[in-house]
T-cell receptor, first 115, second 113 residues
Framework: EPEVTQTPSHQVTQMGQEVILRCVPI?????FYWYRQILGQKVEFLVS????????KSEIFDDQFSVERPDGSNFTLKIRSTKLEDSAMYFC?????????????FGEGSRLTVL | GESVGLHLPTLSVQEGDNSIINCAYS??????FIWYKQESGKGPQFIID?????DKRQGQRVTVLLNKTVKHLSLQIAATQPGDSAVYFC????????????FGQGTILTVHP
């Protein structure tokens, strides 16, 4: 069964460092998303991406965050200068369509720990 | 602000029992709802969805009920199994932003053999 894969599974970084989280969405999907989940809290939407541009972003997704689809398979989330409060599990998701019924498939997440 | 929330944070049941997990939403403009299951160390996994023009939808061992009058969503799991133990989230979305999900807090379901 096709799945969304994410790397790394866990990354530890120092505050102020840049981090890139990588995702390989399901191959025939066209819509891509990043969500995050701070420990013990609910999953929060960060950004959606379609046709090589951001469709929507939340207030969390400030200038420190960026996304890119550098090639035909990868979808990356970059945090330019990490803060302690960026520590969370980051989930990538993809869907074939952008409408209702376009089921989002989530990856297993990348845990980011900022020290 | 508008939010999706859950009545009960934890639910413990015996194997074979039926489980009911509840969710309240406050945004009357929400028109699509989804239940996700999250096992430890994994990402959310789609269980079942329902659109606002429906009040009930059934899947395999799961049923979602939507009561728009009181803005309430529930997930019923029949003959609950130990493998159903997980955190269950409801999520809602609006209009054309179907990938922009607003998740609820989550309910921990524990199934005892």
């Amino acid at each position: 069964e096709p799945e969304v894969t994410q790397t790394p599974s866990h990354q530890v970084t120092q505050m102020g460092q840049e981090v890139i989280l990588r995702c390989v969405p399901i191959s025939n999907h066209l819509y891509f998303y990043w969500y995050r989940q701070i420990l013990g809290q609910k999953v929060e939407f960060l950004v959606s991406f379609y046709n090589n541009e951001i469709s929507e972003k939340s207030e969390i997704f400030d200038d420190q965050f960026s996304v890119e689809r550098p090639d035909g398979s990868n979808f990356t989330l970059k945090i330019r200068s990490t803060k302690l409060e960026d520590s969370a599990m980051y989930f990538c998701a993809s869907s074939r369509t952008g409408g209702a019924g376009g089921e989002l498939f989530f990856g297993e997440g990348s845990r980011l720990t900022v020290l | 602000g508008e939010s999706v929330g859950l009545h009960l944070p934890t639910l413990s049941v015996q194997e074979g029992d039926n489980s009911i997990i509840n969710c309240a939403y406050s945004n009357s403009a929400s028109d699509y709802f989804i239940w996700y299951k999250q096992e430890s160390g994994k990402g959310p996994q789609f269980i079942i969805d329902i659109r606002s023009n429906m009040d009930k939808r059934q899947g395999q061992r799961v049923t979602v009920l939507l009561n728009k009058t009181v803005k309430h969503l529930s997930l019923q799991i029949a003959a609950t199994q130990p493998g159903d133990s997980a955190v269950y989230f409801c999520a809602e979305t609006i209009g054309t932003s179907y990938g922009k999900l607003t998740f609820g807090q989550g309910t921990i379901l524990t199934v005892h053999p």
